[in-house]
């Protein structure tokens, strides 16, 4: 029952975070987004990917320079000019011995003018839960990292919109 009430208790506390900052596909941010982005076109270092209905952004030709990433998925907008959006990675992309499960990535991009800027850092707080989990899960050994046989990848700490530090930026495309 403790466990089922602080579930309950978190996803509430996540939603209102969420909805806080305006970050719901809801929002009037959101759907301007939504509107803008619809069948434009973003050149992500000779990876075309095109806006759909709903402000997801697909791979419409080349190869994606981020990790052969097909499609993004809009998560919401903090601004007009601040959005959020998602992907999937292999773990095993990131450690050695790690299952063949996936997990969800939450990236920031900004647009000024028709610059395009990424945000695929995460602030120190989650760094710090983030290493917290690898000391008690993973191996690290000549710049690899093995996850332990036991590591306990339901605990692995997914990064939310809140973690996504925006003070540290790169450029990621042109829009057109």
Known sequence: ?????FSLLLSISFFSLLNAQNITKDS???QNWINFINRKTIDMQGALYEGIPGGNLVLISG????LLVKEYHFLGARSDSQVYY???VPLSYFYESAPAL????VEGYSLNGSKLTRYINYVNAYQ???KKWEDNNIISSN???VAKPDAKWTDYPVPQPEDVNWAEGSYAGELY
């Open 102 to 105: 996936g997990v969800v990535l």
């Open 28 to 30: 009037e941010y959101s």
């Open 63 to 66: 190869r994606s320079p981020f």
């Open 143 to 145: 710049n690899t990292k």
């Open 86 to 88: 998602t992907h999937q």
């Open 128 to 130: 710090a839960k983030l």
């Open 1 to 5: 029952m403790r466990r089922v009430l």
